[in-house]
């Protein structure tokens, strides 16, 4: 979900999109497995008890594959241990997955608000880096909305946490919005190379 920053640099600026739009396809393409994994168990999300250990295992491991995805990220871009706002996200990355996987043995609603204030945090990580991120890039309006959305969904995941009827199904649909707005970024950074190429 989130995306680290980029340094100004002439050689950074040049080689950052390539890096981007291999970066982005990973990540879409890890979403439309998680939602298909998802999709296969979704009996396993619709508990009204605890988080079964199908769901609890997929739970667990989204925010630490963001984690993972930043690390790629810093390799494609050419960013390094200077990145704050990557180690930022690492680090609530993996705050989040050791939190997730108490709250898995919990109940529903208390995974539904961990999820929750994470997918708000991390969605304001890549809104602040996505503007950041127009002046060295460019086209970067898909993960600025792609930020916000996540802003916007986290806070409804933890609003509906104290609700007695809350449920995980809603996660999916978050991540599949996830991968779409990686394609349309994937898609968009390579028209805007191809015209800085002409």
């Known amino acids: 979900m989130t995306q680290t920053t980029v340094p100004s640099s002439t050689t950074t600026t040049t080689t950052t999109p390539s890096g981007l739009r291999s970066l982005y396809l990973i990540r879409a393409t890890f979403s439309l497995i998680w939602v298909a994994l998802v999709a ?3 009996a396993s999300l619709v508990s009204t ?7 609890a295992g997929l739970l667990v491991i989204y925010p630490l ?9 810093r390799r494609m871009t050419g960013t390094g ?22 709250a898995v043995f919990s109940t529903i609603g208390t995974t539904l608000l961990v999820f929750g204030i994470w997918a708000l945090l991390s969605g304001a990580i890549q ?13 970067q309006w898909p993960m600025v909305i792609s930020g916000g959305l996540s802003v916007l969904a986290g806070a ?3 609003a509906k946490s104290a609700s007695a009827t809350s449920s995980l199904s809603t996660i999916a649909g978050y991540s599949a919005f996830g991968a779409f707005w990686f394609f349309v970024s994937a898609i968009t950074l390579s028209i805007r190379s191809r015209r800085v190429q002409r």
């Open 40 to 42: 296969t168990t979704s």
């Open 127 to 139: 809104l602040v880096v996505a503007i950041r991120r127009r002046r060295t890039v460019g086209a």
């Open 81 to 102: 241990s200077a990145d704050h706002v990557g180690t930022t996200n690492m680090t609530l990355g993996l705050a989040t997955t050791a939190v997730m996987i108490i």
């Open 65 to 73: 594959w963001d984690v993972i995805a930043t690390l790629l990220e």
């Open 49 to 55: 008890d605890k988080p079964t250990v199908i769901a």
């Open 156 to 158: 409804s995941f933890a």
